[in-house]
């Protein structure tokens, strides 16, 4: 069983950019895919993006490439989402989750454990 705790949400300013983490314990970090996914006020859940186990490949959502970079580290247990030129529509509760077959791609059945979310509110 896994456990996923983001942190790093907050309000900022159309443009600005910020950091968000995701601690994972409770499993071998390693063995996970891992994804970011976002729920604004009644839409739907959307994906981010995502990291292979290692690192070494990501896969993002149309609307987050080249503004948003995922990265992780194996050992610290922790998956980071930096996020530039950000957006009024980009305001949204944003999760990690993490998937127990390696999957990081876009598909939410895939991942077996998801965080509580932290909220990220870019005012225009």
């Known amino acids: 069983q896994v456990q996923l705790v983001e942190s790093g949400g907050g309000l900022v300013q159309a443009g600005g950019s910020l950091r968000l983490s995701c601690a994972a314990s409770?499993?071998?970090?390693?063995?996970?895919?891992m994804g970011w996914f976002r729920q604004a006020p009644g839409k739907e859940r959307e994906f981010v993006g995502g990291i292979s186990q290692s690192g070494r490949y990501t896969y993002y959502g149309d609307s987050m490439k080249g503004r948003f970079t995922i990265s992780r580290d194996n050992t610290k247990n922790t998956v980071s989402l930096q996020m530039n030129s950000l957006k009024p529509e980009d305001t949204a509760v944003y999760y990690c989750?993490?998937?127990?077959?390696?999957?990081?791609?876009?598909?939410?059945?895939?991942?077996?454990?998801w965080g509580q979310g932290t909220q990220v509110t870019v005012s225009s």
């Open positions: 409770g499993g071998t970090f390693s063995n996970y895919g």
């Open positions: 989750a993490a998937a127990e077959g390696g999957y990081y791609s876009g598909t939410r059945t895939l991942y077996n454990y």
